[in-house]
């Protein structure tokens, strides 16, 4: 079978493309996860014969912006042949809890619902992520995780807060006066 000069300049561009398309989506795939979380344990949930379990997954992360905050979270990996391949979409059921590790040190300022984390949580548009904001009347910094996809997200979620205290002889920073007006 022969191919046209017009068949082979199609398929060249198809192929550079997709390159193209591969190496731009591996690049946002690091540049969104800048600090990956540490896995802390797995559980087995599913018994799946000849392929992965469903597991439930315990990650640490700590805030990368507001030093002295640690938050996990706790996430659903599905199993069998098709979550092994990651082409299973996962539930939004997630489970956070943020706390006060040492002292609190702002890095910058930032703006209510700034982002900490995201995962993708699908082969394509669902992503999980984690937002911070700052209450200041109580000086408490409050986490929320939630799920959400390019048409629509899901209702489920999860808040945490970390009143901010003094460590130490420390005299606590004000979340208020990092906050980006």
């Known amino acids: 079978m022969q191919i046209s000069a ?3 300049s199609v398929l060249k561009m198809v192929s550079t493309a997709t390159v193209v398309l591969g190496v731009t989506l591996g690049m946002l795939g690091t540049a969104a996860q800048a600090q990956e979380p540490d896995l802390i344990f797995k559980k087995s949930t599913v018994w ?3 392929s992965p379990d469903h ?3 315990t990650y640490a992360l700590d805030d990368p912006e507001v030093e002295g905050v640690a938050c996990h979270f706790t996430v659903p990996e599905k199993g069998g042949f098709s979550g092994w391949l990651g082409l299973e979409e996962e539930t939004s059921d997630v489970s956070l809890a943020c706390r006060q590790v040492g002292p609190i040190k702002f890095k910058s300022k930032f703006e209510q619902g700034d982002e900490v984390y995201r995962q993708s949580r699908s082969l394509f548009f669902k992503k999980m992520r984690i937002v911070r904001g700052c209450d ?3 000086n408490v910094l409050v986490y929320l995780v939630y799920s959400d996809k390019l048409v629509e997200g899901s209702p489920k979620n999860s808040t945490s807060t970390v009143p901010i205290m003094p460590w130490g002889d420390q ?3 004000k979340c208020a006066d990092y906050l980006d007006d």
Do not use: N
């Open 6 to 8: 017009l068949g082979k």
């Open 48 to 50: 799946k014969f000849l």
């Open 55 to 57: 597991k439930l997954a």
């Open 136 to 138: 200041a009347k109580r």
């Open 171 to 173: 005299v606590p920073e």
